[in-house]
């Protein structure tokens, strides 16, 4: 691993618990989900801890589809934040997060950072951020079920969506729990 990889990892120390028993019910569907895609299903969801903080569930959900690549199908990424962030800071992270799975060039990562710090909102605990992904398409956002905007470039879709779905993630288990139900 090179250094300045590991570094990022060791200043995020985030760890992830991974929920013990999937539930692939759709009881907690999300309304913008199941409006914008015919019956999305949960693939899986995990929590980010860290230093045994809970940060965020995260939660996957896939639209039906026949592609083995969660890259070639809609889905959306749900997180359900139980602490309060900074928005300039969450977008900051997922910069980094997109240069550690070598995403896009420094340029992109740049015009990335800023229209990330313009998008997303400061977060509190309860608040939940949606992002939609849309293979080769925009990618659009919503903040407690209200549309916050989008981003037009199509690689931002992969790069950003590679933070928790790229094999070369920072966080494997929790890639894993996510995928878990997504070739079932």
């Avoid at 860290?50 to 889905?75: K, M, S, T």
């Avoid at 934040?81 to 300039?88: I, Q, R, V």
């Avoid at 740049?110 to 992002?131: C, E, H, I, N, Y």
Wanted: with cysteine; proline share 8%; net charge positive.
């Amino acid at each position: 691993m090179n250094p300045s990889r590991r570094s990022m990892l060791a200043a995020s120390a985030i760890t992830v618990i991974a929920s013990p028993s999937i539930v692939l019910s759709q009881e907690s569907r999300p309304q913008l989900v199941a409006a914008q895609s015919p019956e999305p299903r949960l693939a899986g969801r995990a929590w980010m801890r860290f230093f045994g903080l809970r940060v965020y569930e995260a939660r996957l959900w896939v639209a039906p589809g026949n592609a083995p690549d969660i890259f070639e199908r809609e889905c959306f990424l749900e997180l359900r934040y139980a602490l309060s962030l900074k928005g300039e800071r969450i977008a900051d992270r997922s910069v980094d997060e997109i240069a550690g799975i070598g995403q896009g060039t420094e340029a992109q990562r740049k015009a990335w950072g800023t229209a990330m710090r313009q998008l997303f909102p400061d977060v509190s605990d309860g608040d939940r951020l949606l992002g939609h992904y849309v293979p080769r398409g925009p990618s659009r956002f919503h903040f407690n079920d209200r549309p916050i905007g989008t981003i037009e470039d199509p690689p931002f879709g992969r790069a950003f969506f590679g933070i928790w779905l790229d094999p070369r993630t920072s966080e494997p288990s929790l890639r894993a729990a996510l995928l878990k139900g997504f070739a079932s």
